[in-house]
């Protein structure tokens, strides 16, 4: 690169975005970072941090314009893959889809509408702004129903209800969260949850990754990602299909295109949701380290409009487990404890507690994340589900 160096924003700047500022860095960009909270970890590994929230695609782009940037890309969340598409559209930035295009892709209730409409395995779901309108839905529907924000991940304002009574305050409950004020409604789809990760290249996939989702106290909260997945070969050629299909209609730019999905009766995918953006808790390094496929750099360079043909597909080459470390109980932190025997397995660790800190939140709270490595499939599986009594965060 010529000096000065080029700049690229990235809208974000937790432990979860350090990875793509490491790439971008590798790739001789100066590394401008945002968001509201100066202290998430991620800025200590950017060149320049600004604040500005992510989630309001204006404030993204009076940043972008005022600092010249060359590049941008957002951080491991939806709202920021909103701004940065609409910041990029603006600026007539590359490796963006349209901001029309990106609300489809992370509006739940657009995305539905749009599968539905195309034939793409999706739950039959209905998308409401009214109160009223959608209890009188509900009333005839069977139960359980699930109802979530259209706007919000990681199960926040989510509810599964099992009768009429529950519908009222567990829409309140998403109306609280959703920055739209909107919200769907649909069945509750029954099967193990996997993630299957896939890169666009001209509208065909190159490249895929297919995981286990591992869960702890929160149900909609991923606390463990381990692949290979259980999931059939058939599966991850009918999800290639179904990602070629949606980037055909949509005219989706080179990049990454995410999928988490329910595998119904062992052999059905129901697509659950979709994104355009990296995953969270470094799930991309998982990536890496199970494919030696350098999947953040990629990323970064789809965003940048940079030349992404020399990526071709790779399978994992072990049985590997990204896991987030939980508290089960609410208090301060006093230690992490890991148990003799699975430390072997462990062959890179993040962590970013500090003693003392206060856990209030047990169902959305993390304090590392541990990559482990094991001999068979089997064995990955029946301990991933053992990992947090294996490795505890102890209360003082």
């Not at 990875?19 to 100066?30: E, F, K």
């Not at 990454?256 to 062992?266: G, P």
């Not at 230690?335 to 072997?344: L, S, T």
């Not at 990559?371 to 990992?387: A, G, H, I, P």
Request: glycine fraction near 6%; aromatic fraction near 10%.
């Amino acid at each position: 690169m010529n000096n000065p160096k080029k700049r690229m924003l990235i809208a974000g700047g937790a432990y979860a975005d350090i990875p793509l500022i490491q790439a971008a860095q590798n790739l001789g960009y100066h590394v401008i970072t945002s968001g509201n909270r100066p202290e998430d970890f991620g800025h200590r590994y950017s060149d320049e941090y600004h604040s500005a929230d992510y989630s309001d695609p204006d404030a993204i782009l009076d940043l972008a314009k005022r600092l010249n940037i060359s590049a941008i890309s957002s951080c491991c969340n939806d709202f920021s893959a909103l701004s940065t598409a609409y910041a990029a559209e603006k600026l007539g930035l590359p490796g963006h889809d349209p901001y029309k295009i990106s609300l489809i892709i992370h509006h739940k209730d657009k995305y539905r509408k749009f599968a539905r409409e195309n034939g793409i395995p999706t739950p039959m779901a209905m998308g409401f702004t009214d109160k009223d309108a959608a209890l009188a839905k509900i009333a005839v529907m069977p139960f359980p129903v699930i109802i979530k924000p259209v706007d919000r991940t990681g199960g926040k304002g989510v509810s599964v209800i099992n009768n009429i009574a529950e519908a009222g305050p567990a829409i309140d409950a998403c109306l609280a969260v959703s920055k739209a004020r909107r919200f769907v409604v649909e069945e509750f789809v029954v099967g193990t949850r996997h993630g299957f990760s896939a890169f666009l290249r001209d509208g065909r996939v190159v490249f895929y990754f297919s995981d286990n989702e591992h869960y702890y106290l929160n149900p909609y909260l991923v606390a463990a990602a381990s692949t290979p997945s259980i999931a059939p070969r058939s599966v991850e050629q009918r999800l290639c299909a179904e990602s070629e299909k949606i980037a055909s209609l949509l005219s989706l730019k080179t990049g990454i295109f995410h999928i988490q999905y329910i595998l119904r009766d062992k052999k059905e995918p129901i697509i659950i949701e979709i994104c355009r953006r990296a995953p969270g808790d470094l799930y991309i390094k998982l990536v890496e380290y199970a494919t030696g496929v350098d999947y953040p750099s990629w990323i970064v360079r789809a965003v940048a409009g940079l030349d992404c043909s020399g990526l071709h597909h790779a399978e994992p080459t072990g049985c590997f487990v990204r896991h987030c470390i939980m508290s089960a109980v609410p208090g301060r932190t006093k230690d992490i404890i890991v148990d003799p025997g699975i430390e072997k397995k462990i062959f890179k660790r993040f962590i970013w507690y500090i003693k003392g800190d206060l856990i209030t939140d047990v169902l959305n709270s993390k304090f590392g994340i541990v990559f482990l490595k094991f001999d068979s499939q089997e064995e990955m599986l029946e301990t991933t589900d053992r990992l947090h009594d294996l490795i505890r965060v102890e209360i003082e």
